[in-house]
């Protein structure tokens, strides 16, 4: 028996450890997909509270009325899954990050999140979908370009990367995500909003 137990351990260890972290990436992957679906759910929402309060002085309360009932009173810190974005969008805004509210995180506050997420999850990720390597990537989105057209809901993702990226004085092609700024981006996903078909009230 002993003998038996020392021929297959290695292959019972090494079995188990694939199982191991086969179920930590799924895990890793599942976080991720969540993490954007949940982005994508809070910018809809957003542009919800826009088209019904228009860009008047109601855009705020209508802002803060849907992050009340998305969030009620749970801490900020409770509703973003990333620690480390949510203290640096704490420190810029000069909020506590133990007490401050999700509800209180303002339509800028919550772009720098987005633009912070999107450098640290999507940063190896290319500006445009042209430049991607191909099917098998483990991102649910595979570069800025499908990112945007799919938050944004249309199809000019390309047309304003490239139109901001002049303005950057940034080659589109080659470049990846992580070689913009988080105003950059925050810039970048206003133009696609504007330039969507949403109603802007």
Known sequence: MKRTWNR?????????MAVCMAAGMML?????????????????DDKMAEEQA????ADTSAYENMRYELYGDKLYKDA????????????RYGLDYDTALAKDVTKEMYNYEEALWLAKDMGDCPLLTEDTEGEGQDMAFSSLESYICDIYAFGDGKAVIESMCREFGIT?????????????????GEKAYETSDHPKG
Do not use: F
């Open 172 to 188: 589109p092609h080659g470049a990846v995500v992580s070689d913009l700024t988080a105003e950059q981006l925050i810039q970048i």
């Open 28 to 44: 890793g992957i599942g976080w991720s997909r969540s993490h954007i679906e949940d982005m994508a759910v809070r910018a809809a």
């Open 54 to 57: 228009g860009q008047s002085g």
């Open 80 to 91: 973003v899954a990333d620690e480390e974005i949510v203290r640096k969008v704490c420190d």
């Open 8 to 16: 297959y351990r290695v292959l019972l260890t090494a079995a188990g």
